[in-house]
Each structure stands twice: as C-alpha cells, then as structure tokens.
C-alpha cells in the first residue's frame, strides 16, 4: 500500500513539474569582475544571462560609472540574441578603462526576456557589480600628484561670465551671429595633469556646451563647462511630443546621410538647409533640443510635422525602418521593441529568435521585410521558406519532448497498475487470512447466553428422556416379577 502511495506522489509531482515548467523558470542577468582594481588599468566584466529553463530571446544595456569607467573596443552597451532551444546560459564580456579613484557601478540598467516556451514576456532578475578603484601604487614615498586644477581658462577675444576661478565649474559667453569657429584656451595648474577639450571648436546656432577635463596625475577627474551661446537670426522653434527644439541653420558638424544632398526649404517663411533623399524623397532638417543634443528630423511640409529620421547601417545595405502597422504582421509573429544601432526600432519578434524589420531600402527603395541577426549584426531580406522551416524544426522538438514526457508517464500508470493489481491480491489474501483468524475470535456474550439455553433444554429433555427409559425399564421388571410370583402361587396350588 506504501509503495503505491509513493508511486502515485512521484507521478503527481512529475507531470506538475513537466507542465509547469514556465512558472518555475527564473531568468536572471549577473555580473562578475574584479572587486579591486588600479586606476588607469582595465577591468573585465562578465555578464551572464542565465535560466533554470531553456534561453528564448533577450535584449538588455549595459549601464556604468562613466566618470570614473570608459568602455573599450568600441563594444556596444546593448546586447540583442537569443538562444538554440538547448542552452541555459550564455556569457558577455565588456572591457573598461578605470579613469578616477573611488567606487564604480556597472549594472544592468534595462532588459526584457521573452521565454522559449512561448512568447510571453517575463521578468529579469537584473544584477550589479562595484568596484574599488585604487590610487597608482609607486615604488618610492613620493605619491601621483592629485591636482586636476586649471590655472587659466578662456575664449580668445570673448570673456566668460563668470571670470575665472580654478574652483568654479560652470560659465557661460555670448556670442555674436554667425560665430561658428572660437579658439579655447585653457592650462593646468600642474605640468603632470593632462587637459582635453581645449583647441579650435566648431560652433552651431545657439547653446553649445564646451567642456574640458583635466586628469591628475592619480586618475581624478575636474570638468569644466561653459555654456557659448551663438545669437541665431529669427530663431525657428517648432514643438515636437511637447518639447521644444530650435531649427539648426548651419551645416557645419552635421553628417549627411547616403543619397541625400544638401537643400533649402521654406519653415516659418524663412529658408533652411535641408537635406533631400534621392531614394526616399524625405526632406531632413537638423533640430536641436534645449541641452544642444542635434538630430535629423523628416520633415512634412503638408500638415508641418517632424519624425526622427533613423537610418540603420549595415555592411552591405542600409534601411530606413518604419512603424509596423497591424495589417504588416506576419503570422506567427507579434510587435516588439528594440535597440538596433542606437536607433530604437520596431521588430516583429517570435520564438525564431531572429526579429524581422519591416523598411525602405535606402539604395533602391524597395520596401520589404529583413530578418536581423543580432549577434553577428547582420541584415538579409526576409526568407518566409526558411522561416517556417526554422518554426516546424522548433515545433517539431517541442513535440519530441512532449512525446517522451506522455511515454514516460504511461510507463508510470502501467507501473501503478501492476502494483495495484498485485496489492489486489494481496489484500485478498489477508482477507482470508483475517477470516480464519474471526473463528478463533472470542463470542459475544449474547451468543453464549443463547446457546448455554438451548444447550440445557437439550440436556434436561434428555434426562428425562433417561428417566422414561429408567421407569419403563423398572415398570418391565417389576412386572415380569409379578409374573413369576403368579407362576410360584399356581404351582403350591
């Protein structure tokens, strides 16, 4: 009876585990590296995505202390892969030069995970290292030099506002129109320190932000700002998601997209550069938002609207992505969002791995589907065939897997069978063993009043049964007496 209990708990808890298998997945993103390190070395962090289940497809950003951290190799913060149905984990690296003494965070700053079961976003266990940042360590008593003090600042022919002090950090200067080139002068209060941002700078209409940094000898960094505002003629405001941004005049510092070439169009009823698409058609304008961040906007002369202009760059072909309405979802796929060259795009996503953007060829104009590969980040026209030849494949392993788990448990109730049947027969056989065992049992002492009662009819019956049988016996001999006393009387006769 034990072993069929049990058997029947294991069953139990193993197809709740089989088909629950999501609920008790967890994903977590950690980070490993060196807790200690001296500044002006590099220091290696490994990041880990992680699950108790099978990887599906993830995309997560690296964040950390830039002021004290610069990320190396060129590599990019944010991370977009997926898994191959088999793996539970998979290792980035990320490499950073220590700048400035003191403690460092690097961390996961955001990620989304979508399991491989299904589609079904989950939450992400997001993970954080710090990191002590030594001073040099020297040979001799003497120590790195901690000053990072400029012992001058300045713009020649303008003055800052205010005038310079080593312990202010911020100014600001006004600047005449059509001032787009100034020479900045700075120096260091100490020869060991070394100073960037200094030289000839290029400037656009209205705020620029200058800054110069200088690094003591020890790593510490001081930055200095001055805010150089050049004085914009009829300045052109337009107002985009409620913010303001300022129509930028001046093509200097602005790339140039491919295919496009340099124009004017009429805004506000003043003449600006733009930049007209040859394959597009789009009309681009520069806009510059209140902290002086620039960007290309596409802009739309009939109703005088402006949408960011995202222009994504591969080796051998770039792409213009477009919002994905709900009539261009392909079947098997959802909406989805993510970061693709630090342009976030929409994607079309499923459990492939591998999302599909929906945009404008930027040499043809062609418009079609593009299966983006994030890992290599590569871009290839859409291919439904192999599409669904990778969906089946995935099906059909889903299927193999579920068909073990069905074969395992019937293999289990057959067990839980022949165990009951065998338990049939056994308690049969104590059953009859416990009836043997009742004959022997004590009566109830109403039985045994009973039967003491007709037992005693019967022997009194019997007794007097005996005692007919005793006079009759008597009354014969008696008479054959008398018989033979009648004999004796005749013959004295």
């Not at 192999?386 to 074969?407: M, Q």
Request: glycine fraction near 6%; hydrophobic fraction near 30%.
């Amino acid at each position: 009876m034990k072993k069929s209990k049990f058997t029947l708990f294991m069953v139990i808890a193993f197809t709740s585990l089989l088909f629950n298998v999501k609920a008790l997945a967890a994903t977590s993103i950690g980070i490993s590296a060196s807790s200690s390190v001296t500044v002006g070395n590099t220091v290696t962090a490994t990041v880990t995505i992680s699950s108790n289940s099978t990887l599906g497809t993830w995309d997560f950003v690296i964040g950390y202390d830039t002021s004290k951290l610069t990320l190396l190799d060129d590599a990019n913060q944010r991370i977009a892969d997926f898994g191959d149905g088999k793996i539970k984990s998979r290792s980035y690296t990320f490499r950073f030069m220590t700048k400035a003494t003191g403690s460092a965070k690097i961390y996961v700053d955001s990620a989304s995970y979508y399991s491989y079961w299904d589609e079904k976003l989950e939450n992400v266990s997001k993970g954080s290292k710090t990191i002590t940042i030594n001073p040099k360590k020297v040979s001799n008593p003497t120590t790195y030099s901690s000053n990072n003090y400029l012992s001058s600042l300045g713009i020649d022919g303008y003055e800052l506002t205010p005038a310079f002090n080593k312990n202010t950090l911020e100014y600001s200067v006004k600047l005449p129109k059509e001032t787009y080139n100034i020479k900045l002068n700075g120096k260091t209060e100490d020869s060991k320190a070394k100073i960037d941002g200094i030289g000839d700078i290029t400037l656009v209409d209205g705020e620029n932000k200058l800054e110069v940094k200088v690094t003591a000898e020890n790593g510490n960094i001081r930055t200095y700002v001055i805010k150089a505002t050049v004085e914009e003629p009829n300045p052109i405001k337009v107002n985009i998601d409620e913010k303001e941004y300022t129509v930028v005049r001046k093509k200097d510092g602005l790339t140039i997209p491919s295919n496009y070439k340099e124009t004017t169009i009429d805004i506000q009823g003043e003449s600006v550069l733009a930049f007209n698409g040859e394959i597009t058609k789009y009309n681009l304008v520069a806009l510059k938002d209140n902290e002086g961040n620039i960007g290309l906007y596409i802009y739309n002369s009939t109703n005088e609207t402006y949408e960011l202009y995202k222009e994504l760059k591969f080796n051998s072909i770039n792409i213009y992505p477009y919002l994905i309405s709900d009539d261009k979802i392909l079947d098997g796929y959802k909406k989805g969002k993510m970061t693709i060259n630090n342009n976030e795009v929409e994607v079309l996503q499923n459990k492939s791995g591998y999302p599909i953007i929906y945009g404008m060829n930027l040499s043809t104009g062609e418009v079609s589907y593009y299966t983006y590969d994030a890992k290599d980040n590569t871009l290839q026209r859409y291919n439904e065939e192999e599409v669904l030849k990778n969906n089946k494949e995935n099906k059909d392993k889903l299927y193999i897997i579920y068909g073990l788990a069905a074969f395992s448990i019937l293999e289990l109730f057959i067990i839980i069978i022949i165990l009951a049947v065998k338990n049939k027969k056994t308690n049969k056989k104590l059953e009859e063993t416990l009836e043997k065992t009742m004959k022997f049992a004590p009566i109830d002492e109403d039985n045994i009043e009973e039967k003491s009662k007709k037992e005693i009819k019967k022997e009194e019956k019997q007794k007097l049964k005996e005692e007919k049988l005793k006079k009759k016996e008597e009354k014969k001999k008696l008479k054959e007496k008398n018989k033979d006393d009648d004999y004796e009387d005749m013959d004295e006769f």
